[in-house]
């Protein structure tokens, strides 16, 4: 997992310059500075290479977060957006092996294909459930 707090494009140019991209590798990302359009930049979402992106955000916010650009970056990204303004509370449990997340208003895919999405290339030993 990783967790960026308010990180926008600023943060995560500097943490891809100091890692090199390939240390940022997660399966669950969530999303810097609760969704603006100047977080998840494409250089940064393809070295961390999310399964799931989780998005912090209230609903009806004054700052319209998420915003529709980083939207359609995680969906070209194929990634699977989950957010607190529509989901409700996001819970992830991991032992380190799997992975169970859930949300308090039940999470936007059904369970087929959330499965499909964490069973990527090379991370076949990490499940998701609802």
């Known amino acids: 997992?990783?967790?960026?707090?308010?990180a926008e494009k600023e943060a995560?140019?500097?943490m891809l310059a100091q890692s090199g991209g390939s240390?940022?590798?997660?399966?669950?990302?969530?999303?810097?500075?609760?969704?603006?359009?100047?977080s998840t930049t494409d250089d940064f979402l393809a070295a961390v290479q999310p399964q799931v992106a989780i998005i912090s955000a209230g609903e009806d916010n004054p700052y319209a977060h998420p915003s529709r650009e980083l939207l359609q970056r995680?969906?070209?990204?194929?990634?699977r957006v989950l957010r607190t303004d529509r989901d409700g509370a996001i819970h992830v449990l991991t032992d380190g092996h799997t992975l169970e997340i859930s949300c308090f208003a039940?999470?936007?895919?059904?369970a087929g294909d959330a499965l499909r999405q964490a069973q990527a290339p090379n991370h076949d030993k990490?499940?998701?459930h609802q």
Not at 1 to 6: A, N, R, S, T
Not at 25 to 36: F, I
């Open 12 to 14: 995560e140019h500097e």
């Open 126 to 128: 990490n499940s998701e």
């Open 106 to 110: 039940g999470c936007a895919l059904p």
């Open 1 to 6: 997992m990783l967790l960026p707090g308010d």
């Open 74 to 79: 995680l969906e070209n990204a194929g990634v």
């Open 23 to 38: 240390e940022l590798r997660a399966d669950v990302l969530k999303v810097g500075h609760h969704g603006s359009k100047n």
